[in-house]
């Protein structure tokens, strides 16, 4: 799940540090590879950053080949009870589980039922996205699966406690449009994914949770059943939302929700379940026996669209020596995920925690898996800015109707969240800034006039973009 709310869990610690330095081949599952030592030296990182962040708990596992070869969990899924995490404890997938809704509509189109290039208007039947603009492009599936559509963004939670409930997917779609035309701009939109849910239901005529859990889930060895609607042996099992307690501090319970657009990431699972998903994307479309896509529909559902970096539910790098890496960051209140997988030498990490996750674990677990020594990356150093540069920055941002404040706090920038602490904003250039708590980018954009009237928050191979208000 994307949108303002998964941002701020994210400078909790949930990081994709796309770009690897690899320093030997480790294509074809080279021999130096070590499970002790992997598991030994991610035990280390995972607790140490815990400790520092006051993360209450993690729940890893690891891909290598055909093979989940190492699960583990740490810390507690209740504090307040001391109720230890398991490897069998349910997190919130969040938006990790969009590539499995987009690998849901490629498997319909290898059927011939769903065209990547039609409209999407052609399948949702009396439920019609508005074309306010009269485009010349209709939005196609393609435009929805890669972020291109071009249509309102966001997402609305309700608390769960709250008697509420959201809206139900065709009711979201109907009161979906255009407000530019689809390939002007790469923009995450959650909205978008609740839509393509709801066309593996027009499409397939079954219902979301039904498909996924058949024809996605299952193949793959996973056994929950009701990942959409938890069952209440699956509750038992649940983590329960934090916010990170800081250096030395204790995490702080926060309000469950549940969102409207579920497909795109409102799913409960377990790390090693959705590693197997990920092992399907790292061997062609099959993990231990059982395909669930075609060779030729994996390779599409890692290619960037529209000379982007966001393919079908995958942000797609290339490493330094032209590994292809997979990714996906993920969260709700109080729940971080994420998702990395090396596409040519067929490893992979997932996982979860029940707040912000500790920072570099992805990518400590690719080198290791690899048969690589861990590197740490190197500390990104601050820099002095023009103190009139930073004053133009100061203002209000929206992003998905939630403000971000950046004010002037000494010499530097700090941003604001209602609800959380201030978040210092240093500089690596004029226009580039970076929080110390987790690899998170904040870029600031002018418009034609050369007018400060955005930021980009980079996150993970994702980007989202706050407006500043006027």
Known sequence: MTGFRRWVRRFAGFTVLLTLVIHRDAAGQGSRFDLEKT?????GLIQKSMQERGVPSVSIALVRGDSIVWKA???YANVRTRTPASP?????????????TATAILQLVEQGKIGLDQPVNRYLGEVQVQDRLQAEKPVTVRHILSHWSGLTAGANTKPIWGRELPKPLDRMVAALYSIRAPETRWE????AYGMAGLLVEKVSGMEYEKYMVEHVLKPLGVTTAHPVSPSPEMVELMALPYVPGGPGGKPRPVEQVHFDVY??????LTAEEMARFLGAHLNGGTFQGKRILSEASVKQAHEPQFKGTYAFGWSVSQDSTGHTIISHTGGIPGMS?????DVDAKVGVYFMSNSGAPGTIGEAAIQLLRGEEYVPPAPRKPIAVDPKILDSYVGIYDLNGAAINIVRVGT????????????????????????????ITIVFGTDAQGVVDRLEIISGGTTETAKRRK
């Open 88 to 100: 069998e404890t349910y997190y919130s997938t969040g938006s990790t589980f969009k590539a499995a």
């Open 39 to 43: 598991r030994t030296v991610l035990t």
């Open 73 to 75: 969990a740490f810390g």
């Open 263 to 268: 497909p795109a990431g409102d799913l409960w």
């Open 188 to 191: 995450y939109n959650n909205y």
């Open 412 to 439: 530097g920038l700090v941003a604001r969240v209602e609800g959380q602490p201030e978040m210092p904003l240093l500089a690596e250039s004029p226009t580039r800034f970076f929080i110390t708590a987790a690899p």
């Open 337 to 341: 995920s994420l998702m990395m997988g």
